[in-house]
């Protein structure tokens, strides 16, 4: 049964769990570290990567989706809404800050895909947090209503001490192409 106003996070009174007001499963870290294992013995690394990351993207947009009206602050204070969702969503603690170069990029602190990683295998040479980056994607793209592109470029899988992400906002009107846009519209036919 629905909570009548779930918050951002509930659990309804029959136990079944609830975030942003949609029904949830949730997967500890380790379950998605074995879906990670299951896909990288039968598929090759870049497919694996674009289903890890189109997995993250349908949760952000979904979510942001969802949010965005009742919490229409959060569309020009995006930086807040990021961090809250990303630790509602067990992901750790993000922040989306300006670089020495006036670039946005996410800093992650306690990445689970990461964590989960370095608890199973020997350190990689490959940022592994391909969830939250597509999460990051789909959540800031619905929210700004433009696309984004989210890029691992250090991980704690690779020995780094916190995983971090360069963002781009993309120009208003920018038409997405291949698997982005094939994606994009399966994640909109959703609603």
Not at 90 to 116: I, K
Not at 127 to 147: K, T
Not at 165 to 189: C, K, M, N
Request: charged fraction near 30%.
């Amino acid at each position: 049964m629905k909570p009548d106003e779930p918050r951002y996070g509930s659990i309804d009174d029959y136990g079944e769990h609830w975030v942003a007001g949609a029904r949830a499963v949730i997967l500890d870290t380790a379950t998605l570290g074995k879906l990670r294992e299951m896909l990288v013995e039968r598929l090759e690394p870049d497919k694996v990567r674009f289903v890890m990351n189109g997995l993250g993207y349908t949760e952000g947009w979904r979510i942001a989706d969802r949010l965005l009206p009742k919490q229409p602050a959060w569309q020009s204070d995006y930086q807040l809404g990021l961090a809250a969702v990303a630790r509602l969503c067990g992901f750790g603690h993000a922040r989306l800050e300006l670089d020495q170069f006036n670039s946005p990029v996410v800093t992650l602190e306690d990445s689970g895909e990461a964590l989960d990683y370095r608890l199973r295998h020997e350190r990689t040479a490959e940022p592994v947090c391909h969830i939250f980056a597509g999460f990051v994607r789909g959540y800031l793209s619905r929210l700004l209503d433009r696309p984004v592109t989210c890029l691992e470029y250090r991980c704690l899988a690779c020995a780094e001490e916190r995983c971090g992400f360069r963002v781009e906002f993309l120009p208003p009107g920018v038409t997405l192409t291949g698997d982005d846009a094939d994606l994009h519209q399966r994640v909109i036919a959703l609603r």
